[in-house]
């Protein structure tokens, strides 16, 4: 199951009294927007006991589309990646 932002602000709602369905939402899209543009800008995001969410730089380097066998030049980019906390990782994992 996944679990989606519609999911998110009734989880917060339900868990919070006397917080409106409209107060929950709001909360959850200024989370989210704190954290792209925190993204956005080049930093990392780091949630203590969830993990941290990290840019890398990838440089150009050579590709090969693997239909015509071509070889091609893929362009720098940027890249989000994620490291589970070790509290979220042993959960997970039963612990």
Do not use: W
């Not at 704190?34 to 800008?41: A, H, P, S, W, Y």
């Amino acid at each position: 199951m996944t679990l989606t932002k519609a999911d998110l602000v009734l989880e917060v709602y339900k868990n919070h009294e006397g917080m409106t369905k409209a107060q929950a939402s709001e909360a959850i899209e200024a989370i989210l927007r704190i954290g792209k543009d925190c993204l956005i800008g080049g930093s990392d995001l780091l949630l203590s006991g969830f993990g941290k969410f990290n840019i890398k730089d990838k440089s150009e380097r050579k590709g090969r589309n693997p239909q015509t066998g071509e070889t091609l030049i893929l362009n720098s980019r940027r890249v989000v990646t994620f490291s589970p906390s070790k509290i979220l990782r042993n959960r997970v994992n039963g612990g």
